[in-house]
């Protein structure tokens, strides 16, 4: 049974960090690229960053500079350092696996995790 299980979210005030982890369970980690997605209320779901299993990363542009997304895959986990938050950073954040096949993938999301930005 596969499980990603995120963690880490919370209130925060402008200017301050958070760091989400999302732990895997049930594949074969080092092989798919793991992401992280957010979704604001009244918003579509929009990718923040991903990481392929050799630690090649790319982010949206709005958290450049400001989010860093890692992985260990020795613990089969993925995570999201979130710095210098601001009110529009607010969302559930998702975490997300993905292994491309030859002629389809495997995609696999968590529950999420609230990140609430505000003084």
């Known amino acids: 049974q596969v499980q990603l299980v995120e963690s880490g979210g919370g209130l925060v005030q402008p200017g301050g960090s958070l760091r989400l982890s999302c732990a895997a369970s049930g594949i074969t980690f080092r092989l798919y690229v793991m992401a992280w997605y957010r979704q604001a209320p009244g918003k579509q779901r929009e990718l923040v960053a991903h990481?392929?299993?050799?630690?090649?990363?790319n982010y949206v542009d709005s958290v450049k500079g400001r989010f860093t997304i890692s992985r260990d895959n020795a613990k089969n986990t993925v995570y999201l350092q979130m710095n210098d938050l601001k009110p529009e950073d607010t969302a559930v954040y998702y975490c997300?696996?993905?292994?491309?096949?030859?002629?389809?993938?495997?995609?696999?999301w968590g529950q999420g995790t609230q990140v609430t930005v505000s003084s």
């Open positions: 990481i392929t299993g050799d630690g090649s990363m």
């Open positions: 997300n696996g993905e292994r491309p096949l030859t002629t389809r993938s495997l995609n696999y």
